[in-house]
């Protein structure tokens, strides 16, 4: 803080109390104001009090060092030269409660000055704003410092237009500077920098830009600083990138162009260059510290971590780069990277050297190609962003869904796809039946999985009952075999649609679904042989055949249901008759008046015969230790496996054989599913593989007993009306009165 010494006095203390401030006032005058030629005293122009340089000190032992802090950064924030500012005291003024100062311009006071410092001393009070414009920019500045060891300060060019407002409470005092430029520069700006030249100019380039189709789709301006990730924010770019991004933004404004700051990122892999290695032969990493990329053979480019010039960090995702779309040409030559690392040559493959920069950057790109740049990051981000268009003045909605459809055309099938169900809720919102049947048949009816289900009814609810029970019915015949249980699902909640006539509109549907089903029980083996692929088609489950039956006693397909079951019955290890049909049966009881369906019979029947045929008394324990073995290999180990397994009094061996030798013993156990725990004892040379018998396979037994008692008494409370299933219940109540 500093000491400041006033004549008559003394030294102030912080904050400046009232005493002290009265006594200010006295050896104070009433501060003039220019106008013209003339120098008037008006305090309905300026209200406040000054005292000249010449009748105050400033010292302090750490002040010299804090107010050189305050004058470098006042030098870069006004766009100077480090060093190229002097600070000469000029005056102390005190502003009273309801002091102010009207908008005005300061008069060049001495030579060389181009601009005012403004440095509140802590006091107690509110208001007293500064408020400070320049053409078409105003801010307004709390110069308020209330905390004893506060300052607060402020610099502008004698050129721009200032105030300072009424002070509301208690008082505000200032040490005024005139910064002026040091004597023989003639170099630096006198003036607050007018870039309307500029500005016309990057506005007609900028158009020829946005007019030219075979133009990149978006420029990337690097900036002159650095800034973190987290640091990076419109508000606080620094000094030239402050004034860049002024201009640029101005400019994009009258071209129809966007722009953002973002993060630049760039990584590289390649073979390094040995001739710029420190060693040869016994290499370690530091010798690849500053090692050179002979020849890159791949490199990405992207842009993340967004922020809009409102403040706003939208989040676009990562949006790929090209290299031609960086200015200004050749910035990045000389960058030195900030990492670097060297993977080591391993089997037939030679060491290579990674290297990954990061740069902020400015990033523009025309309004009418914004749809093009959000789909470069993907799909997904392009479908979020219309959804913020929506309703925005001037945003052509229609114009961008269509555009959207074609984007998600493009995108190959061997790709990860995009999510469907966000375009549904857009195509919704949007409102336009037009759109959403060209994505539902252009789209959906191709790429389908089932995440869309609750994203599809209210689009089904905007094309209508006609529209929607054609789409179904054709999504059915597209789909079924793949995406039955899915596609079942729909269909139920699609007939609670209102509107939705179910004969007329999803009876073509579920018939479909129906002649379908034998090709939906067909299992599905698992053989994909990559890291990704669509999805294989699905087996129909309990609750996809509950859902089957259920809309086709709705919809009156009663001879269709009935033909069905035999599919049904034809794949008992899909359809299992002791699991998969009684749970369906459970589900379905809640329709009414369908156990009294010939389908419903079928399915029953089959269930119920299949639970009889199983023991009706529970799985014995075992009397031994014998395990069930089906060990086809004939190595010495396994035949002491097999050895281990058929004595009925050993439960535990140990096997100390080396690593590969238990490796394999465990795999053994594993795959022939042995009734057997192991675990590795690592005491001893070589450690041995310690196996112990349990009772795996007759506690699944016992629970497939409690299953199936469970289930009987499920069927029994589900039995059918009618002589044929009479007999049956009975016996199921006789088998599972026994198993009590």
């Known amino acids: 803080m500093p000491w400041l010494d006033v004549a008559d006095v003394g030294v102030l203390a912080f904050p400046v109390s009232g005493l002290q401030i009265r006594a200010l006032i006295e050896v104070a005058e009433q501060a003039p104001y220019g106008k013209g030629t003339q120098t008037l005293v008006d305090r309905s122009v300026r209200d406040c009090w000054q005292i000249d340089a010449s009748r105050f000190h400033i010292d302090g032992g750490g002040w010299p060092e804090t107010f050189e802090g305050i004058l470098e950064a006042v030098t870069a924030g006004l766009g100077c030269p480090s060093g190229s500012l002097i600070a000469e005291p000029y005056k102390l003024l005190i502003y009273e409660t309801g002091g102010f100062f009207a908008a005005h311009r ?47 300060y402020a610099a502008f060019y004698a050129d721009c237009a200032h105030e300072t407002r009424p002070v509301r409470e208690g008082c505000r005092l ?5 910064l002026r430029l040091r004597p023989g520069d003639r170099k630096t700006p006198r003036h607050a920098p007018d870039h309307s030249d500029q500005i016309q100019n990057l506005t007609e380039q900028l158009i020829r830009w946005r007019d030219d189709e075979s133009g990149p789709d978006k420029l990337v301006w690097l900036l002159e600083h650095d800034y973190s990730e987290a640091g990076l924010s419109w508000d606080l770019l620094k000094n030239a990138d402050s004034a860049l991004a002024g ?46 990329i002979d020849e890159i053979f791949d490199a990405h480019h992207w842009l993340d971590t967004w922020n809009g010039p409102d403040s706003t960090q939208p989040d676009l995702g990562k949006i790929p780069l090209r290299p031609e779309e960086t200015l200004p040409v050749g910035a990045l030559a000389d960058a030195e990277p900030d990492e670097q690392w060297i993977n080591e040559a391993t089997g037939n493959a030679g060491a290579t050297v990674e290297r ?15 749809l093009q740049v959000m789909a470069g990051a993907s799909i997904d981000t392009a479908v979020a962003w219309v959804a913020q268009q929506l309703g925005r003045k001037g945003a052509d909605a229609g114009e961008l869904v269509n555009q959207l459809i074609d984007l998600w055309n493009s995108v190959s099938q061997d790709r990860r796809e995009p999510e469907q169900a966000p375009m549904l809720d857009l195509l919704a919102a949007h409102g336009d039946d037009a759109p959403a049947l060209r994505f539902l048949s252009e789209v959906v009816l191709s790429r389908y999985d089932g ?52 004969r007329t509109t999803l009876r073509k549907g579920i018939a479909a679904a129906l002649a379908a089903l034998p090709e939906a029980l067909r299992p599905r083996p698992n053989d994909r042989m990559f890291v990704w692929q669509p999805a294989p088609p699905e087996t129909i489950d309990q609750d996809g055949l509950a859902n089957l039956f259920a809309l086709a006693w709705r919809c009156g397909l009663l001879a269709e249901a009935e033909a069905a079951t035999a599919a049904v019955a034809a794949h008992p290890k899909v359809a299992t008759p002791q699991r998969h049909l009684p749970a369906a049966l459970d589900a379905l009881s809640s329709e009414k008046g369908i156990s009294g369906s010939a389908a419903y019979l079928a399915l029953w029947r089959r269930a119920a015969e299949s639970l009889l045929a199983r023991s009706a008394m529970p799985p014995e324990a075992p009397a031994d230790w014998v395990v069930a073995a089906g060990i086809s ?26 690593q590969d030798l238990r490796s394999h013993l465990r795999h053994q156990i594993t795959d022939n599913r042995l009734d057997m725990d192991y675990i590795t004892e690592r005491r001893g040379r070589p450690y041995s593989l310690v196996c112990t018998k349990n009772r795996a396979s007759h506690e699944r037994r016992r629970k497939e ?36």
Not at 117 to 140: M, N
Not at 174 to 178: A, G, P
Not at 356 to 370: D, F, G, I, Q, T
């Open 247 to 292: 201009v640029l933004k101005k400019a994009a404004d009258q071209a129809d162009c966007e722009i953002h700051a973002a993060i630049l990122h760039i990584e590289e892999e390649g073979s390094p260059d040995y001739d710029s290695i420190s060693h040869y032969g016994d290499w370690h990493d530091d010798d690849f510290e500053g090692a050179e």
């Open 451 to 502: 995440t869309e289900n609750k994203s599809l009814l209210p689009v089904l609810r905007l094309i209508g009952a006609e529209a929607g029970g054609e789409f179904l019915a054709e999504l059915v015949e597209a789909q079924m075999p793949r995406r039955a249980n899915a596609i079942l699902a729909l269909l139920l909640k699609a007939g609670r649609l209102r509107h939705f006539k179910w």
């Open 356 to 370: 990954a920069y990061r740069h902020a950057a400015l990033v523009l790109w025309p309004r009418c190609r914004a």
């Open 174 to 178: 200032s040490l005024v500077f005139n």
């Open 106 to 152: 300061d008069t060049e006071k001495a030579d060389g000055m181009v601009g005012t410092l403004s440095i509140s001393l802590p006091t107690e009070g509110a208001g007293g704003e500064l408020v400070v414009r320049h053409r078409d920019r105003e801010v307004s500045l709390d110069m308020n410092a209330s905390d004893p060891s506060e300052l607060a």
């Open 633 to 658: 290999c004939d190595c010495e180990l396994c035949d002491q496996l097999k050895a281990f397994c058929a004595d009925p009094v050993a439960e535990v061996r140990r096997f100390p054989v080396r």
């Open 705 to 740: 007993y409690a299953e199936d008692v469970s289930w009987m008494q499920a069927l029994i409370r589900l039995a059918p009306e009618g002589e044929s299933a009479e007999a049956v219940a009975t016996e199921l109540r006789q088998l599972e009165a026994s198993s009590r």
